[in-house]
C-alpha cells in the first residue's frame, strides 16, 4: 500500500491500472484530460497500459470495443459533451454481451469552467440502462475503479464513471491496494451478442432489460449506497460531491439529520423508500441536474414534502458549493468583509501573447469589415476565445466540428460570404465529414483551418496526424487545387492574407484556406521535454 | 487544527507552483491536505483561483466556504481583492505588489494597494526585488510562497523541503535560488 497526492483524474487512471486495465482511449476535454494524461505518465514509466488519444470520442469509444470483445478490460475517457459525439457506439453497447471489463470515465463540468453546457451524464446511463458510480473524493475515484471493472464482468454491460471538475481537478493523498493482472486475450464467447441486427438485438434488448433487475439489486445492497437513520423529521439524500458539502456544514447542524448517499446507480428505490417513511422532509444535494429529486417528485401528488433545485431552495444552475446549500439547511451565510468585488474590472481568458490565431483573426476581421454580408462560424478549441474583444470575430460556437456544416447550411440558404473557421484537431475529429459535405455538394463556403499543430486548449496535446496532411486530405477529397492554401499565420503577411481571403470569398465554391503557425504554448512544452530528455 | 487558503492570480503566473509548494510541506507534516486546481480555458490568461485546505483531520469539501479562509495569497493585487469574500474578518490577505495588466480597464493601481492596506491584516509583497536578489525573475511565485511561511501551519522547514522535491528535476541552481526567495520572503 502507497500514498500519493493525486487529482480526481489521476485516481481514477491509477485506478484503472490497478484494476487491470490493458489499453484506454479518450479524446482531450476539460475536465478530463488529466485521466489519460496519467496513464501516457505511466505508460512511459512501466510500457503499460496502451493508453491512446483517438480522432473523437466515438472512434475512441469505438476502440475500446474492440478491446473488449478480446475480453481485456478497457478504460475510455472524455467530457460530458465527448459523450454526445460517442452516444451511437455507447447506447448500443450496453447490448452487447460485455466480457472483458468497459468502463468510461466521463468528467462532466457543472459551471461551465470549460464548457459549452452543463449536462449530467448520469442522464445518459440511465438512457441506456447501465450502471453508473459517482464517487465524492479521490480515494473513491481509485476504489472505484475496481469495483466497476468486475460489475462490468459480472453483469456484462458497461460501466459508466461520472465525475465533476472539482473531483477531476482536486488534489488529495489516497492509499493504494495491489495491482490486478491484466485478463488474458479470449474472444467474444457468442459472436451473436455482438451483432445488432434487429433479429438479434430483440434478443440483446430483452435480456438487457432483465439486467436491469440484477443492477437494481446492487444497487439496493452495495455499499456504495449507504443509509442512516436518525432524525425522524428530515432526511438527507446527497449524491456524489453533495456529501461533502453537506458534511462541511456539519458543526453547525442543530438536527442529526437521517441521511442517505448515493454513490451508485440505478436509484435504491428500497432504500429512498425507508428514508422517506422514517422522515417528513427530505432534502436532497446533487451536482447537477435535479435527476434524483425530479425521479421522488414523479408528477402524482405526494406526502413527502421535498426540498432540492427544483423548489428552488438549492440554484438550479451552477456548481454546489458549500455555501449554496446553507439555507436550504436552515444557516445563515458566513460573516465576510465588506468589500464589494463586483466593481471590479473582470479578467476572462484570452488569446496567449503571440498566439498564431490573433494573426489569423486580423485579417478575418479585416476584410470582414468590409463587406456587407457574412458569417463567421467558429469551433470548440482555444480560437473561440477570439470571440471576446478585442478580436470579436467567430459569430457562432456551438459544438466539434459544427463551423464547416453550419457554414454549408448558411450559404446554400443563400447567405453571402460564409466562413468557417476551425483548428486542425477540431478538423481531424469531426470536421472532415463536414468538408465531405460540401464538396459533395459544391458548397460556397470559405473554410480557414487554423493550424497550430497541437490541441491547445487542452494543454498540447499532439494533433492526432501530422497537421501538414490536412492539405493532401482536401486535395483527395476532391477540392479544386486552385483553392487550397496553405500561408503563415503571421502579421507580416497581413495585406496578403487579406487579399487572398477576399479572393476566395467571391469564389462560388469550396475554399480551403490554412494559416500555419505553432501554438506558442505547445513549443515552449516541446523545448521543456526536449531539455529534460537530452 | 484546519488552515483554509484561497490562491489567485492571472493564468501563467505559478499559481499552482504556490498551491503545490505549501501543500507538499503539508504532506511533509503528515497533515491532512486538499487542493482545487484550475486547469483548461481560465488558464490563459484569465483569473485563477485555487482553494488549499490543510487540517490535522478529515476535510470533506474542496472548496474553502466563504467567509471562512485564514488566508488570501495573491500572485496580483487586482485578483487579491476579487476572492476577498472567501477571507474571515480576522484572516490575513497576502498579495504581491505588482500589478498584472492584460486587461484594457485595469482600475489605478495605488488605489488597489489602498483597498489592500484598508484590509485589518494584509501584506503587499515587492517580488519583484525579492526575484531579483534571489537572481531568479521567475521566483516571484516563491518569494510569495516566503511570504505566507510565517502564518501557515507549516515549518519553514518542510517549506524548504518540498520546493527542493519539486524543483528537483530543474537542477541545483534553480532549487537554491527558490530556497533563498523563500528566504528573503519570509524575512519582510
Ligand atoms: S495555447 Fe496556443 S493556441 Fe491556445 S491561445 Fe495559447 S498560443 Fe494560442
Known amino acids: 500500500m502507497e500514498t500519493y497526492a493525486l487529482l480526481g483524474d489521476e485516481a481514477i487512471a ?63 475517457t472524455m467530457k460530458h459533451v465527448g459523450l454526445n459525439v460517442a452516444a451511437d457506439a455507447f447506447m448500443n453497447s450496453a447490448l452487447l454481451d460485455i466480457r472483458g471489463g468497459l468502463v468510461l470515465a466521463i468528467a462532466d463540468d457543472p459551471g461551465m469552467h470549460s464548457s459549452q453546457n452543463e449536462q449530467d451524464s448520469r442522464y445518459y446511463a440511465d438512457f441506456a440502462h447501465i450502471p453508473c458510480f459517482e464517487p465524492f473524493n479521490q480515494q473513491e475515484a481509485y476504489d ?122 440505478p436509484l435504491p428505490t428500497d432504500r429512498i423508500n425507508k428514508l422517506a417513511s422514517h422522515c417528513e422532509t427530505l432534502i436532497v444535494v446533487e451536482e447537477g441536474e435535479p435527476l434524483i429529486e425530479k425521479q421522488l417528485r414523479g408528477i402524482l401528488p405526494q406526502s413527502t414534502n421535498i426540498k432540492g433545485k427544483l423548489s428552488g431552495d438549492i440554484p438550479r444552475e451552477g456548481e454546489l458549493t458549500p455555501d449554496t446549500i446553507r439555507s436550504v439547511f436552515g444557516l445563515s451565510p458566513k460573516e465576510q468583509i465588506t468589500f464589494d468585488s463586483s466593481e471590479l ?47 470579436q470575430v467567430p459569430e457562432t460556437i456551438v459544438c466539434m466540428g459544427a463551423s464547416i456544416t453550419m457554414a454549408k447550411g448558411a450559404a446554400e440558404a443563400g447567405m453571402d460570404n460564409v466562413m468557417a473557421v476551425l483548428g486542425d484537431s477540431t478538423f481531424f475529429h469531426s470536421g472532415l465529414t463536414g468538408l465531405v459535405d460540401c464538396v459533395a455538394d459544391n458548397a460556397s463556403v470559405t473554410i480557414l483551418v487554423l493550424d497550430n499543430s ?28 486552385d483553392h487550397i492554401h496553405v500561408i503563415d499565420a503571421h502579421k507580416k503577411d497581413h495585406e496578403q492574407n487579406v487579399q487572398l481571403l477576399k479572393d476566395e470569398l467571391a469564389y462560388k465554391g469550396v475554399s480551403l484556406i490554412i494559416p500555419v503557425r505553432e501554438c506558442i504554448e505547445y513549443f515552449r512544452k516541446k523545448k521543456r521535454t526536449e531539455k529534460k530528455e537530452n | 487544527m484546519k488552515y483554509d487558503i484561497i490562491l489567485c492570480g492571472v493564468g501563467g503566473q505559478g499559481v499552482l507552483s504556490v498551491a503545490a509548494a505549501i501543500a507538499t510541506a503539508a504532506g511533509i507534516e503528515d497533515l491532512h491536505v486538499r487542493q482545487s486546481e484550475v486547469h483548461g480555458m481560465a488558464q490563459r490568461g484569465g483569473a485563477v483561483l485555487s482553494h488549499l485546505r490543510i487540517s490535522d483531520s478529515e476535510i470533506y469539501s474542496d472548496l474553502v466556504p466563504q467567509g471562512s479562509a485564514d488566508m488570501v495569497l495573491s500572485m496580483e493585487p487586482l485578483e487579491s481583492l476579487r476572492y476577498i469574500s472567501f477571507l474571515k474578518p480576522e484572516g490575513v490577505l497576502i498579495s504581491a505588489q505588482e500589478p498584472f495588466i492584460n486587461i484594457s480597464n485595469y482600475p489605478e493601481l495605488s488605489s488597489i494597494h489602498d483597498q489592500i492596506s484598508k484590509i485589518d491584516n494584509s501584506v503587499l509583497v515587492n517580488t519583484e526585488k525579492i526575484a ?27 517549506l524548504h523541503k518540498a520546493v527542493s522535491i519539486l524543483f528537483k528535476n530543474k537542477g541545483e541552481d534553480i532549487v537554491k535560488k527558490n530556497l533563498s526567495a523563500i528566504d528573503l520572503g519570509g524575512a519582510i
Open chain 1, 345 to 391: 474590472p473582470g479578467r476572462p481568458p484570452q488569446l496567449c501573447k503571440g498566439c498564431p490565431h490573433d494573426d489569423t483573426y486580423k485579417f478575418i476581421k479585416e476584410v470582414v469589415s468590409e463587406l456587407s454580408e457574412s458569417a463567421v462560424m467558429s469551433d470548440i478549441g482555444c480560437y473561440a476565445l477570439g470571440a471576446l474583444p478585442p478580436l
Open chain 1, 144 to 265: 472505484v475503479m475496481s469495483e466497476a471493472f468486475e460489475l462490468s464482468e459480472k453483469l456484462h454491460v458497461p460501466v459508466m464513471i461520472r465525475l465533476v471538475t472539482r473531483l477531476s481537478h482536486s488534489r488529495a493523498a489516497i492509499k493504494t491496494s495491489p495491482r490486478k493482472p491484466e485478463n488474458p486475450g479470449i474472444k467474444a464467447p457468442d459472436v451473436k451478442q455482438w451483432m445488432l441486427l434487429p433479429a438479434l438485438a430483440r434478443k440483446q434488448w430483452h435480456q438487457l432489460l432483465g439486467k436491469d433487475v440484477q443492477m437494481k439489486q446492487f444497487s439496493e445492497t452495495s455499499s456504495w449506497n449507504s443509509l442512516e437513520l436518525n432524525s425522524k423529521s428530515v432526511g438527507v439524500i446527497t449524491s456524489g460531491l453533495g456529501k461533502n458539502y453537506f458534511l462541511e456544514n456539519s458543526s453547525e447542524y442543530t438536527e442529526n439529520y437521517s441521511h442517505l448517499h448515493i454513490g451508485c446507480y
Open chain 2, 132 to 158: 531579483k536578489a534571489a537572481q531568479n525573475p521567475r521566483a516571484a511565485n516563491m518569494a510569495i510562497v516566503g511570504a505566507a511561511g510565517k502564518y501557515l501551519p507549516v515549518k519553514m522547514e518542510s
Open chain 1, 454 to 481: 497541437t490541441v491547445g486548449m487542452t494543454g498540447g496535446q499532439e494533433t492526432i496526424l501530422p497537421s501538414d496532411r490536412i492539405k493532401q486530405i482536401a486535395l483527395g477529397i476532391g477540392v479544386h487545387p
Open chain 1, 14 to 76: 491509477l485506478g484503472a491500472v490497478d484494476a487491470g486495465i490493458s489499453a484506454a482511449y479518450g479524446y482531450p476535454g476539460t475536465p478530463s484530460t488529466e485521466i489519460m494524461e496519467y496513464l501516457q505518465h505511466i505508460n512511459k514509466e512501466t510500457g503499460k497500459p496502451l493508453a491512446r488519444w483517438s480522432a473523437n470520442e466515438k472512434t475512441a469509444y469505438e476502440e475500446a470495443l474492440g478491446t473488449s470483445f478480446y475480453g481485456k478490460r478497457v478504460l475510455v
